[in-house]
């Protein structure tokens, strides 16, 4: 049995008793590498039928599964959690300027071209103008110019 299925089993069998917190779950998700933990929740979701993400059901009371959720959306698809993050911080009333800063400074050299296309698949509107209609200032030129607003 290959590393990829036996620890996709684990996971089955912790998430099925809900042991979120349980130490084999957590060393999985902490300790491999991008691609062993996709070849994992690839066996996963061939084996048991459905995402991780599906089965770790969302309990609004549960702040660690929540964020075990978080953990395996940014794991699995960055753009799309880094998307939400975006669009929770420049949607809410009042930017999240510390969540906005951090988004983009982190990943203006290395994923920001996808994360634009994820918000602007997912809002139907550009990240750059999303930017422009809630900062000002020297903050939106240097948002504007880590982005890569006006790059093809």
Do not use: W
């Amino acid at each position: 049995m290959t590393l990829a299925k036996s620890e996709a089993k684990i996971l089955h069998e912790k998430i099925s008793q809900k042991a979120y917190s349980h130490e084999d779950l957590i060393r999985i998700l902490a300790t491999r590498s991008k691609a062993q933990i996709n070849a994992t929740l690839n066996h996963y979701k061939n084996e048991f039928g459905n995402d991780i993400n599906k089965d770790l059901k969302a309990d609004p009371k549960d702040e660690f599964l929540a964020i075990l959720r978080a953990t395996v959306k940014c794991l699995t698809c960055p753009e799309k959690y880094f998307e939400k993050v975006l669009r929770l911080a420049i949607n809410r009333q009042g930017t999240d300027e510390g969540a906005l800063t951090r988004v983009v400074t982190t990943r203006a050299e290395v994923d920001m071209k996808i994360i634009k296309d994820a918000y602007h698949k997912r809002n139907s509107v550009p990240l750059d103008r999303a930017i422009v209609k809630d900062t000002t200032g020297d903050y939106e030129k240097m948002l504007l110019a880590l982005i890569g607003h006006g790059d093809a």
